[in-house]
């Protein structure tokens, strides 16, 4: 595979604007801290916990100003528009990728995420602090020392529209599951198991259609995923092969098993091993069209639309703290 030299030049650009960015806010401070704008989602099931926590602690290493998301898709403005060289999210996957869209076109901002949410996938993902002094303290350091995470987003496109997503993307019997989870959200993990349950009940055997960089391929399926993130619905292993700072996904498709037997075998995604299983294909994709119609899609565990759909690595970045 030959150097993306545009890619490269980019890259350098980027990361001697970023230093310079921070070290400037640094130095037009009295204080020498910089300025971070905090997104809080309040709907989150811990958006308001993390930020009363890092109240306490982040007046030692940043001037800030907050912000309060109003309803679905709002963090995503309140980004766009953000002041400072770094935004610290309070709230969960979903508040993050709302973020990520809407600094997509911005290369003057880091996303630091907290851990926290229903799930903290993307919190695992990038190996973050979980504790909120701890994680200040982090985002301070790796700033200071452009210490910084720079990756590619990757892209779900449908009738609606398109979204960007760092983690997973799915369609099939996992969305199904992320929907009627969010009726039970406020029960944490028990809320997941409910959600499990109904949507077992609730799905039936589809032939699915699908084309992974151009060859095509069907079987009867319960799920499809385009996966860059080891890690999905609250640390379950569900892609143990992926690598979020490579150039490609991982599909997984399952195919269809008595609902029986899927209950069997559900444990083996908490390590990872159900990947060896006869009924899971997984490979490496950069492109992934689902062509089969009706399916729900989620992406970060958010309402992406129905199939027919196409996921896809792009060449927009974001950088991480």
């Avoid at 037009?28 to 989602?41: F, K």
């Amino acid at each position: 595979m030959g150097v993306d030299i545009s890619a490269l030049i980019i890259h350098f650009i980027f990361y001697h604007t970023m230093e310079y960015t921070f070290m400037n806010d640094c130095a037009q401070n009295a204080s020498s801290m910089p300025h971070a704008t905090i997104i809080v989602n309040p709907a989150s099931r811990s958006g308001l916990r993390v930020y009363h926590s890092l109240e306490k602690h982040i007046d030692q290493f940043f001037h800030y100003d907050v912000k309060f998301t109003k309803k679905r898709g709002h963090a995503a403005d309140l980004a766009k528009h953000a002041e400072g060289p770094v935004i610290i999210v309070c709230g969960g996957d979903g508040t993050i990728n709302e973020v990520a869209n809407g600094i997509v076109e911005r290369q003057d901002v880091v996303i630091a995420p907290t851990f926290g949410g229903s799930g903290c996938d993307l919190g695992r993902l990038f190996g973050i602090e979980r504790g909120v002094a701890r994680r200040i303290h982090e985002i301070y350091e790796k700033l200071h020392t452009n210490r910084l995470t720079r990756m590619r987003l990757s892209l779900v496109e449908t009738r609606l529209g398109r979204r960007f997503f760092i983690g997973v993307g799915d369609a099939g019997f996992g969305a199904e599951v992320a929907i009627l989870f969010d009726s039970y959200r406020k029960f944490g993990k028990f809320g997941y198991i409910i959600g499990i349950i109904r949507a077992l009940i609730k799905i039936r055997p589809v032939r699915v259609s699908v084309t992974v960089d151009g060859a095509r391929t069907a079987d009867t399926a319960m799920m499809v995923m385009f996966a860059r993130s080891k890690y999905y619905a609250g640390g379950l292993k569900v892609s143990p092969n992926s690598d979020h700072l490579s150039g490609e996904a991982r599909m997984i498709f399952l195919k269809w098993i008595r609902k029986l037997t899927f209950l069997r075998y559900f444990p083996t995604i908490f390590t990872g091993s159900h990947i060896a299983k006869y009924f899971v294909e997984e490979r490496a994709v950069r492109r992934l069209e689902i062509d089969t119609p009706g399916l729900l899609i989620d992406v970060e565990g958010e309402f992406a639309g129905h199939t027919p759909c196409t996921f896809s690595i792009t060449d927009t970045y974001i950088t991480v703290v």
